[in-house]
């Protein structure tokens, strides 16, 4: 099993004209993922990566049966084309662009819930189910199909996670990059309840990251209602108060959103928490292995 995206997925790329939308959907389509369609506005009749495409997500919809559908528009357009794949049908939306306005998402989040769709990001890598479907920026080589499920709030320590569980034989049951943004879709929560309820998800590797509170509430979900072991860790650990680490939510206020705090409300939860990146991967492997 999987969660999220499996051999059923049917991708829309609404951007896949534009050069990043294009080699990544390349990159995705090579991967093994069902893309069906790609949309750009003013653009509909052209042909891109193999792909038809459209002027609208709703006409890829009733053409193709779409059902997902992966973002590369720039910033001041992305929150609209969210509100569009929602409206048009679309139950996962996977965004993967950075910058987008913060009062936009304000108004896109709400929409997403209104049709009840997904929505995976903004300002994120995306999401894998090893060796079935890719959506997004995260390198299809370093998956393995297996047993970890790993939801993070970085991206690159995605991939860092997904490569040492791999070289470990471990595997990926599914890969999740929920987005760095304050304002952002699903988060830690959904994602840990989708892995307890994944009969090929054995353990979970989580990594947050300084700033908000995200981090602090997952843990209090796993001692209530966690079963399988999860393995941690929080960057940002020796980051002064008050300074920004990258994304954008990513920032200490006051003696909210400290490593500190997210460590010791993780390790009350019974969570390994890893001091350093590298470890992630062997401390999930002696945790599956004890």
């Known amino acids: 099993m999987s969660i ?43 042909e891109a990566e193999g792909l038809p495409v459209y002027d609208s997500v709703k006409e890829s919809v009733a053409k193709h049966d779409a059902n997902t559908s992966m973002i590369f528009v720039p910033p001041f357009a992305a929150a609209d084309a969210i509100e569009e794949a929602a409206a048009a049908g679309i139950k996962l939306i996977v965004c993967i662009t950075e910058h987008i306005p913060q009062i936009d998402m304000i108004r896109a989040t709400e929409t997403v819930s209104h049709y009840g ?21 995260l390198p299809g080589y370093i998956h393995k199909k297996g047993n970890v499920g790993i939801v993070s709030r970085s991206g690159t320590l995605t991939y860092e996670a997904i490569w040492q569980t791999t070289l470990l034989d471990l595997g990926q049951s599914s890969c999740v990059g929920i987005g760095g943004d304050p304002i952002h879709g699903i988060g830690f929560i959904e994602c840990l309840e989708l892995f307890e309820q994944d009969d090929q998800t054995e353990g979970i590797i989580m990594i947050g990251e300084i700033g908000g509170s995200d981090e602090e509430a997952a843990a209090d979900w796993i001692k209530a209602n966690g079963t399988k072991p999860v393995v941690s860790f929080i960057a940002g650990q020796t980051a002064p108060p008050g300074r920004r680490m990258g994304h954008a939510g990513a ?35 002696d945790v599956l292995n004890s």
């Open 117 to 137: 769709a997904r929505l995976i990001g903004p300002n994120c890598p995306g999401l894998t189910t090893s060796e079935v479907c890719k959506i997004g920026i």
């Open 251 to 285: 920032i200490i206020s006051g003696s909210s959103g400290t490593a500190a705090g997210k460590v010791v409300a993780l390790e009350a939860a019974g969570v390994t928490c890893c001091k350093s990146p590298s470890d992630m991967g062997q401390r999930m492997h």
């Open 4 to 46: 999220l995206v499996d051999e059923t997925t049917r991708v829309v790329c609404q951007g896949v004209t534009g050069r990043a939308g294009a080699f990544h959907t390349r990159q995705c389509i090579d991967y093994g993922t069902n893309f069906v369609a790609g949309v750009t506005p003013g653009k509909g009749g052209m």
